[in-house]
T-cell receptor, first 115, second 114 residues
Framework: SAVISQKPSRDICQRGTSLTIQCQVDSQVTMMFWYRQQPGQSLTLIATANQGSEATYESGFVIDKFPISRPNLTFSTLTVSNMSPEDSSIYLC????????????FGDGTRLSIL | QQQVKQSPQSLIVQKGGISIINCAYENTAFDYFPWYQQFPGKGPALLIAIRPDVSEKKEGRFTISFNKSAKQFSLHIMDSQPGDSATYFCAAPSLKGNTGKLIFGQGTTLQVKP
């Protein structure tokens, strides 16, 4: 399976600032996704990162708050903008390497705390 | 909104016992149904996955049973070990076909006592 690296692995940020999280994959993948996992909770899909075009956001998530880029088939970034304590969470990148029948694989996530 | 209901929320099993986690889903696209295992401080790791045209899949001590008519699937961990202590998530493919999206269950925290 693909090796997925996320940076940073954790960070503590001040309220009102923004943080960009990077997701790098060691091989080309067909799909990349960004999830949020609040402490002790399940995974919630934020958006699908589309290569060369605007991301597709899920209900409750907007581009102004979570801008996403995907310049190529191995790299994507998620920015958490104008952060508040409610944004304290784990942010996870996942990838799918093929079409139907191929599973998603996750990175180890970015643990974000907002003061 | 499409949901996946997972039970139990937590589970305690003795070493050597069988751990069983259940999931129920709503209408979905025709795609795989995976189970993920997550340890503290790590991302979810794919454990085992099954296609909906298969009723059972076994990999080592882990087995998925799939009941398409009942829209249910379950994970069985045979000979459970303390190292299996983790949080387990089931997932179902989104009804929006060809998107690759997954809908996750709420998670089950498994503790295997030595």
């Amino acid at each position: 399976s693909a090796v997925i690296s996320q940076k940073p692995s954790r960070d503590i940020c001040q309220r009102g600032t923004s943080l960009t999280i990077q997701c790098q994959v060691d091989s080309q993948v067909t799909m990349m996704f960004w999830y949020r996992q609040q402490p002790g909770q399940s995974l919630t899909l934020i958006a699908t990162a589309n290569q060369g075009s605007e991301a597709t956001y899920e209900s409750g998530f907007v581009i102004d708050k979570f801008p996403i880029s995907r310049p190529n088939l191995t790299f994507s970034t998620l920015t958490v903008s104008n952060m508040s304590p409610e944004d304290s969470s784990i942010y996870l990148c996942s990838v799918r390497t093929g079409g139907a029948g191929q599973p998603q694989h996750f990175g180890d996530g970015t643990r974000l705390s907002i003061l | 909104q499409q949901q996946v209901k997972q039970s139990p929320q937590s589970l305690i099993v003795q070493k050597g016992g069988i751990s069983i986690i259940n999931c129920a889903y709503e209408n979905t696209a025709f795609d795989y149904f995976p189970w993920y295992q997550q340890f503290p401080g790590k991302g979810p790791a794919l454990l085992i996955a099954i296609r909906p045209d298969v009723s059972e899949k076994k990999e080592g001590r882990f087995t998925i049973s799939f009941n398409k008519s009942a829209k249910q699937f379950s994970l069985h961990i045979m000979d459970s070990q303390p190292g299996d202590s983790a949080t387990y998530f089931c997932a179902a493919p989104s009804l929006k076909g060809n998107t690759g999206k997954l809908i996750f269950g709420q998670g089950t925290t498994l503790q295997v006592k030595p």
